[in-house]
Nanobody, 131 residues
Framework: EVHLVESGGGLVQPGGSLRLSCATS????????MSWVRQAPGKGLEWVSS????????DYADTVKGRFTISRDNSKNTLYLQMNSLKTEDTAMYYC????????????????????????WGQGTQVTVSS
C-alpha cells in the first residue's frame, strides 16, 4: 500500500524558514517524479514545485521561485521542501504528491492543475506564517 507522510510544518514568523519532509513507502520512490502542492485556507490546490525521479530536474511556481528548494534522497525514499523567506501568503496545508513529468519537462500537476484523483497524496502538513 502506498504511503506518503509529510512532516515539518508549524508556526513560523514572516522571514523565517521551515523544512518539510515526506517519507514514502509502498512504491519504488526512485522511479517516480514528485511534487509539492499546497492549499491555502478557502482557496484551491496550488502546484508549488516538482522534481524528476533522478533529482536532477526541478521546477517552481513563480510565487515561490528563489525562496523554496525541492530535493529528494532516493536512498531514504524521502522528498524535501526547504522554505526560506516565508511570507504570510505561504500559509497553507502542504502535500507531497506523486507526479509525472512530461518529455517537455513539465509537471503534469502543473499543466493540468492539481487534483486529489491525480497521483498519490499524503495527508498534508500545516504551515502557518504569522507574526
Amino acid at each position: 500500500e502506498v504511503h506518503l507522510v509529510e512532516s515539518g510544518g508549524g508556526l513560523v514568523q514572516p522571514g523565517g524558514s521551515l523544512r518539510l519532509s515526506c517519507a514514502t513507502s509502498g512504491f519504488t520512490f526512485s522511479s517516480y517524479d514528485m511534487s509539492w502542492v499546497r492549499q491555502a485556507p478557502g482557496k484551491g490546490l496550488e502546484w508549488v514545485s516538482s522534481i524528476n525521479d533522478g533529482g536532477v530536474r526541478t521546477d517552481y511556481a513563480d510565487t515561490v521561485k528563489g525562496r523554496f528548494t525541492i530535493s529528494r534522497d532516493n536512498s531514504k525514499n524521502t522528498l524535501y521542501l526547504q522554505m526560506n523567506s516565508l511570507k504570510t501568503e505561504d500559509t497553507a496545508m502542504y502535500y507531497c504528491v506523486t507526479d509525472l513529468i512530461t518529455p517537455d519537462g513539465e509537471s503534469t500537476l502543473k499543466v493540468v492543475g492539481p487534483a486529489k484523483d491525480l497521483g498519490h497524496w499524503g495527508q498534508g502538513t500545516q504551515v502557518t506564517v504569522s507574526s
